[in-house]
């Protein structure tokens, strides 16, 4: 269905979709699915969301693009805003959360140079990490798979283990500059990072004049029921990179930092064409809109609780299907007891829309405006899946 003309370089379900309403996607045929991939974490408000689609549609009709040779009081509104809810103080706008990262590690060694240490521009990683699929961002993730035929590895990243803190301690060398972590890891198979984990990975910059970059373009706006996933932790970085959800579905992203952090991203160092562009900031501002209104993450935080309940008990009444369900918010991992790749079709055989991530985990990444009833729905469909995956085990087993 693709055709050849594309590149080759996605293994696409056979699906394709006219149109959405909230959490629903339907499809060419009329086909209605539950979407609890949310385009990765990407439609953070759903599909066809009436502010979102009123702000784009609204500011479409007046300018699209000038260029960042101008002011653009939409990225002034936009930066101001994210700052004000963060630990930030200056913010840059990019196209895509790759562009984030690039510009965080861009952000991190600059800092040191101007500080008169450009030998500092070594990052510390973490395994199972997702940064991107630029040439810098696949060296900081460090997985062969996304590594592999394309050159050399970029040079500056040392991966450590999740979540070993000793080692990225004996990791610190003369030539470090900063350490980059996802509180929450995605793509890695829904990890959250302990708290007190990041609380000593915060003294380890502090002690060894690092800066500490939080990556928050999955698990950041609202995803784990506050603003960003850190501030569980109350463990502020120096540096962060946001992207996804931010948008709600248009393209966007964003790198954020405190001054100190910022002080060598000066005028010509840096920039962008699309990135910050109106249509972007009339979104991201819509966004937000909605995610900051009084009550909304609390909700999402109740919501979530329903969800993971739900999901304990068909763990317990599937072992054979599911080992154990991970996360926090609504960004929550069945760990399965077989391949996630069975699990994830017998889920799309019910009509529900999940995503596989590594360590043999499904995501489950529905809007954050998803209902209680839909919520119960999507149960019912997992429940489903398991269930048939549980009756063939027990079929094969008999024979």
């Given at each position: 269905m693709s055709g050849s003309a594309l590149y080759e370089t996605f293994a696409r379900a056979p699906l394709a979709f006219d149109h959405g309403e909230g959490t629903w996607l339907v499809t060419d045929k009329g086909e209605r699915y539950l979407d609890f991939a949310g385009g990765i974490a990407v439609n953070s408000l759903g599909h066809g969301h009436p502010h979102l689609v009123a702000a784009l549609t609204e500011q479409a009709a007046k300018l699209w693009h000038v260029s960042n040779l101008y002011e653009i009081p939409g990225q002034s509104r936009l930066g101001e805003r994210l700052?004000?809810?963060?630990?930030?103080?200056?913010?840059?706008?990019?196209?895509?959360?790759?562009?984030?990262?690039?510009?965080?590690?861009?952000?991190?060694?600059?800092?040191?140079?101007?500080?008169?240490?450009?030998?500092?521009?070594?990052?510390?990683?973490?395994?199972?990490?997702?940064?991107?699929?630029?040439?810098?961002?696949?060296?900081?993730g460090g997985q062969y798979k996304y590594l592999e035929g394309f050159g050399p590895k970029v040079e500056g990243f040392d991966q450590v283990g999740f979540d070993d803190i000793d080692a990225a301690e004996k990791a610190i060398t003369p030539e470090t500059a900063a350490i980059l972590i996802e509180p929450v890891q995605g793509e890695g198979g829904i990890r959250p990072v302990p708290t007190q984990s990041l609380k000593r990975l915060r003294q380890l910059c502090d002690q060894h004049g690092l800066l500490l970059i939080y990556d928050e373009v999955q698990c950041g706006i609202g995803r784990t029921g506050k603003l960003f996933a850190h501030e569980w932790s109350g463990v502020a970085p120096d540096i962060m990179a946001i992207a996804k959800g931010i948008g709600g579905g248009f393209p966007m992203g964003a790198c954020l930092a405190t001054d100190e952090a910022a002080v060598g991203m000066t005028a010509g160092v840096h920039g962008t064409t699309f990135g910050g562009n109106p249509l972007a900031m009339a979104v991201g501002n819509a966004v937000l809109d909605v995610v900051l209104e009084e009550g909304f993450l609390e909700d999402v935080q109740r919501k979530a609780l329903l969800m993971k309940q739900g999901l304990a008990a068909i763990a317990d009444e599937f072992p054979d299907v599911i080992e154990d369900i991970r996360g926090t918010g609504l960004m929550l991992g069945l760990k399965c007891a077989m391949p996630n790749t069975k699990v994830n079709m017998a889920l799309r055989d019910q009509h529900l829309l999940a995503v596989p991530a590594g360590d043999n985990v499904i995501r489950l990444l529905p809007p954050l405006t998803v209902t209680d009833a839909e919520i119960h729905e999507a149960l019912n469909r997992i429940r489903a899946g398991a269930k048939g995956l549980a009756d063939a085990i027990a079929v094969a087993a008999a024979k």
């Open positions: 700052a004000d809810a963060t630990f930030a103080d200056k913010v840059f706008f990019t196209n895509s959360g790759a562009e984030a990262l690039e510009c965080a590690i861009k952000t991190a060694r600059r800092y040191h140079f101007v500080k008169g240490h450009p030998e500092r521009f070594r990052v510390i990683t973490f395994e199972g990490a997702f940064h991107g699929r630029t040439l810098a961002t696949i060296a900081a």
